[in-house]
């Protein structure tokens, strides 16, 4: 079947660019400020924190599920409540209450048959409690307009070709709700160890643009080809 949508778009990649939601976010702040809200120091202080949280609570649920079927059943049972089983309190999960992180919480499995992406069409809803902060294609709107109309091409621009009998599940964030995708398991995993599993157990595959390899961790490159 051809194709009908532009073929010549702009790949997916990260902007330098200001985006209108940081043009905003900076409005309503320096107004929450002048109002007394918060202070700019609070906000400093929170960024901070936020910035530090990274995927590390997401990757060690994905670990654990992989290596305990009964918390698996209970993580894809319910996500929220679960994740308190490692620490991270959705209800509470900065400490001082962050009301737009009071949400539902949903773990997609990957099977062979099935294969999930999460994107937020409406603006940059993503489950940060457990992922941190997004990374700045998912904020863009070549990334949240184009993957629910043309996800296996979008998904091939990050270098993952999914099989034509493989089913792509796009699964849209709103403000109650948030997703993550549970990666399968790799070959050649046998025997690892929780702490192991989740170093391979990146961002981009509980965002659902990349599968787990076992060569292949946020903090080491992957081996290098005919090496």
């Known amino acids: 079947?051809?194709?009908?949508?532009?073929?010549?778009?702009?790949?997916?990649?990260?902007?330098?660019?200001?985006?209108?939601?940081?043009?905003?976010?900076?409005?309503?702040?320096?107004?929450?400020?002048?109002?007394?809200?918060?202070?700019?120091?609070?906000?400093?202080?929170?960024?901070?924190?936020?910035?530090?949280?990274?995927?590390?609570?997401?990757?060690?649920?994905?670990?654990?599920?992989?290596?305990?079927?009964?918390?698996?059943?209970?993580?894809?049972?319910?996500?929220?409540?679960?994740?308190?089983?490692?620490?991270?309190?959705?209800?509470?999960?900065?400490?001082?209450?962050?009301?737009?992180?009071?949400?539902?919480?949903?773990?997609?499995?990957?099977?062979?048959?099935?294969?999930?992406?999460?994107?937020?069409?409406?603006?940059?809803?993503?489950?940060?409690?457990v992922l941190g902060m997004s990374p700045d294609w998912y904020r863009t709107p070549n990334y949240r307009r184009r993957l629910v109309r043309w996800p296996r091409e979008v998904l091939a621009e990050f270098g993952l070709h999914m099989p034509p009998e493989v089913e792509v599940r796009v699964h849209d964030s709103n403000q109650k709700s948030r997703f993550m995708v549970m990666p399968m398991r790799p070959e050649g995993t046998e025997g690892w160890t929780e702490e192991q599993l989740a170093a391979i157990v990146t961002r981009d595959t509980m965002i659902g643009v990349a599968l787990p390899q076992v060569d292949w961790t946020a903090s080491e490159a992957p081996s290098k080809v005919g090496a």
């Open 1 to 129: 079947m051809s194709q009908t949508h532009d073929d010549h778009h702009a790949p997916i990649q990260e902007s330098g660019e200001i985006s209108e939601f940081e043009i905003l976010e900076t409005a309503v702040r320096e107004l929450a400020i002048e109002k007394g809200l918060f202070s700019a120091e609070d906000h400093r202080r929170f960024s901070e924190w936020a910035e530090s949280v990274g995927p590390a609570g997401g990757s060690r649920l994905v670990a654990k599920a992989w290596t305990d079927p009964e918390f698996k059943a209970r993580l894809l049972a319910d996500g929220t409540e679960t994740c308190k089983e490692v620490g991270i309190d959705w209800r509470d999960p900065t400490g001082s209450g962050t009301p737009s992180d009071y949400t539902y919480f949903y773990v997609l499995e990957n099977t062979p048959t099935v294969h999930n992406v999460i994107v937020c069409t409406l603006c940059s809803c993503y489950p940060r409690p």
